[in-house]
């Protein structure tokens, strides 16, 4: 009796396994793609740099290239052609985020704006962060916080002489983010807690790039193989304990700013907690959010004002053109202002080479699709993630000529790159990705990058260390992408000495 049923059952497998090869053969091919390894899928030829190892497959596979890792299925956009086609054609179908097991206690489990799935709740959290601190009339609100800061920024170096970039870079932006979300700056000086911080930051930047085996094995998970789950974990709880402590202090003095009628961006945050589609937000959405804007507005900003710094530093003709444009504009009177940067066209250049070149987010966060869809005449299945590889878009030789050459101008007028911007429009450049689930600190964070790296160069002559004769160059992969060697350079004042007193 049970050989019959065992024969039964083998022929009503065969018939159903004849019967999909015959239903498939009416559907368009999966992209091309490495076949990978049993169980592990093609995990193990990504390596510690996804996005390097990934743009050499795609040289191989082609633009639009799918992969199976562990359990899961990717497909990887390589080429502007494939992202627009992806992030534009079927923006709404891949406008999701997957489940990610090593970033779970880190986006508060989903529930910070970043990592949350497309729906009322993001929309909410996106369209409050818009109004009410990172565009428009919001944005041009908080200048001046952006001019002191960058100012006390500059007298510590003007004071230092010597500075590790970084160090400087990052203790500034987080003072213009806790003055804007919270009415306080978080760090005073330079010192111990600010290192903590950018120690944090890297951490967290560092683990969170890295393709965790759990997130595609999950049945494997809870064994946390390179121990990513661990290391996010303990760096959510530091960040986690830095965040409730500040929203904390912050209600102690809601009176304060209400008698004095100043409402910051978490005061507008917590009056505004109910959306027009009766969407609530949360306490853990609000400090999810916090969390987004302290992160992605630090680090990001300030790896691509230090990959420009020492690119010019290689290249001293770029460096000095890019002064004497500022000093015809602006002259060495007074600071550079914000204003002064639509004037200021070989600096734009400048910051869009080196978003070109150096992406902070060499690979986009993951979107996932819930839908099988046809992309380019490739079946994409449903329940797959897409990743779009940035950094390969930007040094593609068929977009880009001498794709590795620091070359500014090839985004001024007769240039290959003219009109080109980098704001999600335009595919070959989309350093803060696009669609949907485009940065929604793009605007914020370019104006900063412009206004910051202008001030640095008008305001000071840089040179290398005594002793020093390169810089390293290597890049220190993760999810962004900072020098491994963070750059240190000497700056010496060009200004005229009572430009400084307001410093």
């Not at 003709?317 to 202002?337: C, K, N, P, S, T």
Request: with cysteine; proline share 7%.
């Amino acid at each position: 009796m049970e050989w019959v049923l065992v024969g039964i059952l083998s022929t009503i497998l065969l018939c159903l396994h004849f019967a999909n090869l015959r239903w498939r053969r009416g559907l368009p091919p999966l992209p091309p793609g490495p076949l990978g390894f049993p169980i592990l899928g093609c995990l193990p030829l990504i390596g510690p740099a996804p996005h390097s190892s990934l743009a050499r497959l795609a040289r191989r596979y082609g633009p639009i290239m799918y992969l199976k890792m562990g359990t899961a299925r990717a497909v990887v956009a390589s080429s502007p052609s494939a992202a627009c086609s992806f992030l534009k054609a079927h923006d709404a179908q891949f406008a999701n985020r997957p489940s990610v097991v090593s970033a779970k206690d880190i986006t508060y489990d989903g529930q910070n704006m970043v990592f949350a799935n497309y729906g009322p709740r993001w929309k909410h959290l996106r369209k409050l962060s818009a109004l009410h601190l990172l565009r428009g009339r919001a944005l041009s609100n908080w200048a001046p916080v952006r001019s002191e800061e960058v100012g006390c920024m500059l007298g510590a170096i003007r004071d230092k002489g010597r500075v590790v970039l970084s160090d400087e870079l990052v203790c500034m932006m987080a003072n213009v983010i806790g003055r804007a979300t919270m009415s306080r700056r978080v760090f005073e000086t330079q010192g111990k807690e600010a290192d903590d911080f950018k120690e944090m930051i890297v951490e967290l930047l560092t683990g969170g790039g890295l393709f965790n085996i759990g997130d595609f094995v999950p049945a494997i998970a809870w064994m946390d193989l390179q121990g990513v789950q661990a290391k996010m974990m303990r760096v959510h709880q530091r960040f986690d304990g830095m965040i409730t402590r500040m929203v904390a202090e912050h209600r102690q003095t809601a009176a304060e700013r209400e008698r004095e009628g100043r409402s910051d961006f978490l005061d507008l945050l917590m009056a505004n907690r109910h959306g027009d589609d009766g969407e609530s937000l949360s306490d853990v959405n609000i400090k999810g959010l916090i969390f987004d804007l302290f992160t992605a507005g630090t680090d990001t900003s300030s790896i691509i004002i230090e990959w420009a710094m020492a690119e010019m530093l290689r290249n001293p003709g770029i460096l000095r053109r890019a002064q004497e444009e500022v000093d015809r504009e602006v002259g060495r009177e007074r600071r550079l202002v914000e204003f002064d940067i639509r004037r200021l066209p070989y600096l734009r250049a400048v910051c869009k080479e080196a978003m070109r070149l150096h992406p902070s987010t060499p690979l986009s966060l993951p979107h996932f699709s819930f839908e099988a869809c046809e992309v380019e005449g490739y079946r994409i299945p449903g329940n797959t993630r897409l990743l779009v590889n940035i950094y390969a878009i930007g040094r593609d030789p068929d977009v880009w000529a001498d794709p590795l050459r620091f070359e500014p101008e090839r985004f001024l007028p007769g240039g290959r790159g003219e009109g080109v911007e980098p704001m999600g429009s335009d595919f070959e450049l989309i350093p803060f990705g696009a669609g949907r689930r485009i940065c929604a600190g793009k605007q914020a964070g370019m104006l900063m990058v412009q206004y910051v790296l202008g001030s640095l160069i008008h305001s000071f002559d840089w040179r290398l260390p005594d002793g020093v004769l390169e810089i390293d160059m290597t890049e220190k992969p993760g999810l962004a992408l900072p020098m491994a060697v963070p750059l240190s350079a000497v700056a010496e004042p060009r200004l005229a000495p009572a430009a400084y007193h307001a410093l």
